[in-house]
């Protein structure tokens, strides 16, 4: 008898502590569902992407002005300053590698010296030569003098001897005035071939100069006050040491103004058509979490691209920051949630809380009394954390944020079978 009533004691105890399990069980599965009501308000639609703050404006520091009539096409960038550096006009930035420039000049001095060397032998020779035809004609003039006198005294002499002296007299005066026209010929071929040497020796000077005063411009320094950015070339690569300047682009750095900043942004072809100049963003810095922003877009890319590593295609925005703040630096991430629309007493609910069937059907399971139902609803806007719902619930029901048991199977209430909105029960 005792045993039969031990039996029965520890089958009581079983059954009492399987029905608190049970309920144990059943607790824990009710407090695990998260739900939701269905709300009426003021509902924003926003587009979220992250960007880029540039500087809207910026004054750019150049390099060297004359490298491509110089031959010099490409250079290297030796060394420049750290990046945010603050420098005033003047300061030093940076300096281009000068091996090519340094044989051009070589090569420059050789030319000028041999010109100058040349200018100065044309000048002897012509010296040489024009003192030499003078002396030709001083002793002309002397023979022409002395023939006058010969002339003069043989006035007694017989006709013969006259007439010759008289010859002789013109043959000199002849000579003389042929070596007068051979001087100044002589002159005028030494003044063009002196004038030729001096040009060539001026041209040669001129372009040592150049290569001179273009020497002076590897090293950079600052236009103007400013903090230094790095340029940044076709890839988005920051150009530091060892970037290639080329002479068509010889830009070095920037020096941006930074109390007008931009947000440069990507958006998603699917969302292009929502996005509109004069639309308000709201940014945030990924550096300062805690700073808030706003801005408006101000500029709108007629045409997608396609960013590395995706396949979708994407349209730039650019957005101009309102506020005007010391701690804004170019390169800096920003998120921008582009305020695309804003409608006034609408109904709508979490995003988690919509669910579909296929393509077409998109439903929400909502409580109805102690059950659940799948409702077909019909969606209008959304942003990344609410939709808006055009029909299929209203105001104050409670949804299931987490799928309940057994709803697989349950059949969806379509709006289109003339199902009324399932409202809330009080």
């Known amino acids: 008898m005792k045993k039969r009533n031990l039996i029965i004691v520890i089958g009581i105890f079983v059954a009492v502590l399987i029905f608190f399990i049970t309920k144990v069980n059943k607790g824990s599965t009710e407090s695990a569902e998260v739900f939701a009501k269905v709300q009426r308000g003021q509902f924003r639609s926003e587009i979220t992407a992250s960007g880029e703050l540039f500087a809207k404006s910026s004054v750019e520091i150049m390099g060297p002005g004359g490298m491509q009539g110089a031959g010099i096409y490409q250079t290297t960038l030796e060394h420049i300053i750290p990046e945010g550096t603050v420098v005033n006009a003047g300061d030093y930035v940076a300096r281009l590698d000068q091996t090519e420039l340094g044989t051009r000049l070589q090569q420059r001095r050789s030319d000028f010296t041999v010109s100058k060397s040349e200018f100065t032998q044309a000048k002897l020779d012509t010296a040489m030569e024009l003192r030499k035809a003078r002396d030709v004609m001083d002793n002309l003039l002397y023979e022409i003098e002395r023939k006058k006198l010969v ?20 043959r000199a005066e002849k000579q003389y005035l042929v070596e007068m026209e051979n001087y100044e010929l002589q002159r005028q071929k030494s003044v063009a071939r002196m004038a030729g040497a001096e040009a060539k020796m001026q041209d040669d000077k001129a372009k040592l100069d150049a290569l001179l005063d273009l020497q002076k411009q590897f090293t950079i320094m600052a236009p103007e006050p400013g903090m230094l950015i790095y340029k940044r070339d076709w890839r988005g690569n920051k150009m530091g040491v060892g970037a290639q300047i080329n002479a068509w682009e010889p830009v070095v750095a920037t020096l941006p103004d930074l109390t007008h900043m931009v947000s440069k942004t990507f958006v998603n072809e699917v969302d292009i058509n929502n996005i509109k100049k004069g639309q308000k963003v709201e940014i945030g810095l990924d550096a300062f979490p805690d700073k808030k922003l706003t801005g408006q877009i101000f500029e709108v890319a007629n045409m997608g691209q396609q960013r590395p590593n995706s396949d979708a295609k994407v349209f730039e925005i650019m957005v101009v920051v309102n506020e005007s703040d010391t701690t804004l630096r170019p390169g800096m991430t920003t998120s921008n949630k582009v305020i695309a629309e804003v409608l006034d007493d609408v109904l709508f609910i979490p995003v988690e809380a919509v669910h579909s069937q296929g393509d077409s059907i998109t439903y929400v399971i909502a409580k109805d009394g102690l059950s659940a139902v799948k409702q077909e609803v019909q969606l209008g806007k959304s942003n990344a954390d609410q939709v808006v719902v055009i029909g299929g619930i209203t105001e104050g029901l409670t949804l299931y944020l987490s799928d309940p048991s057994d709803m697989d199977d349950k059949p ?6 003339g199902v009324k909105a399932i409202a809330k029960k009080d």
């Open 151 to 170: 002339l003069k005294n043989s006035q007694y002499e017989p006709p013969a001897v006259v007439q010759e002296k008289q010859m002789e007299l013109d």
């Open 412 to 417: 969806i209430k379509r709006i289109s079978e």
